[in-house]
């Protein structure tokens, strides 16, 4: 197996970052959408979001240089209540 460049390695970290952001984002906005279509719709990017970040993550280990991946994610907060882990 051969190991990113550091350039790559770089650009790969930013777009796990990015795509953390934009998991977030969706996943935290569900809680304040009251239309079903549009919450259905974040909700596949959610989804989509945690498959892309797998895959992403499986392609970090070829890096050079890493950096820890936390393995929990945030759990949000929904009615004012707390919501299930996104996994």
């Known amino acids: 197996m ?3 460049a550091p350039h790559e390695s770089l650009d790969l970290h930013e777009a796990i970052n ?3 952001l934009c998991l977030l984002k969706s996943k935290l906005m569900q809680g ?3 239309d079903q279509e549009l919450k259905a719709l974040m ?3 959610v989804e989509q979001s945690i ?3 797998t895959e992403l993550q499986s392609s970090y280990e070829l890096a050079p240089f890493q950096a820890p991946v936390p393995q ?3 759990t ?3 009615n004012g209540k ?3 882990h996104i996994e």
């Open 32 to 34: 304040l959408v009251f």
């Open 76 to 78: 949000p907060i929904v």
């Open 51 to 53: 498959q892309a970040l």
């Open 82 to 84: 707390v919501g299930k």
């Open 72 to 74: 929990n994610r945030p």
């Open 18 to 20: 990015f795509k953390t």
């Open 2 to 4: 051969e190991k990113l």
């Open 43 to 45: 909700q596949k990017d």
